[in-house]
């Protein structure tokens, strides 16, 4: 989507507001295939990397998307998602997301990007496959290690509630 919005049924991400060098990093990865994605590695592939640094500033540079309520999550879900987010699982060793992510989603540094506003679809999608295992880029061992000690369930709920970040306003209580 041109404004960066992300398509909450495709599990496709929100673009707007994400640093530029996270995007730019991440959009090499589709290019060079270090990151499976068959649409992303088509276009990615296709140009330059000025041209991936150009695509990169301008969603970087699109503010974040209001929140869309007709999509709200469940409140016990997101609540349940709250306490993984801000406490982690301290008996399996899984630390708490805002660790790396910040208290409020916003990302932390070149290496953790912001979660904020993302859709539960692309959440799902993106715990899910590092809770098998899979590598989705050279910079996700650490979330390897991380959801594979989550539950189907736990993902759900960390996915509502991350989903709710950033829209404290809006966040169903």
């Known amino acids: 989507m041109a404004d960066g919005s992300g398509q909450a049924i ?7 507001g994400l640093p530029a060098s996270y995007l730019e990093k991440q959009l090499g990865y589709f290019a060079s ?6 649409f992303m590695k088509e276009f990615a ?4 990397p ?3 640094a150009n695509v990169a500033a301008y969603y970087a540079s699109l503010p974040a998307p209001a929140y869309d309520s007709s999509i709200a999550p469940a409140p ?7 306490a993984l987010y801000k406490k982690g ?3 399996q060793r899984v630390m708490a997301c805002a660790g790396c992510h910040g208290p409020t989603g916003a990302g932390l540094g070149k290496m953790f990007p912001a979660l904020a ?6 959440m799902i ?7 098998t295992g899979a590598k989705r880029d050279p910079d996700s061992a650490l979330m390897l290690m991380e959801a594979k000690s989550l539950t189907p369930d736990e993902i759900r709920a960390l996915a509502a509630y991350i989903h709710t970040l950033g829209f404290a306003a809006a966040k169903p209580q």
């Open 125 to 131: 999608e993106q715990l899910s496959i590092w809770h």
């Open 45 to 48: 592939a296709a140009l330059t």
């Open 76 to 82: 016990a879900l997101v609540s349940q998602g709250e």
């Open 10 to 16: 495709g599990g496709i991400p929100r673009l707007a």
């Open 89 to 91: 699982k301290p008996a």
């Open 117 to 122: 506003g993302q859709s539960q679809a692309y």
């Open 33 to 38: 295939g270090v990151r499976a994605n068959v």
């Open 50 to 52: 000025e041209q991936r």
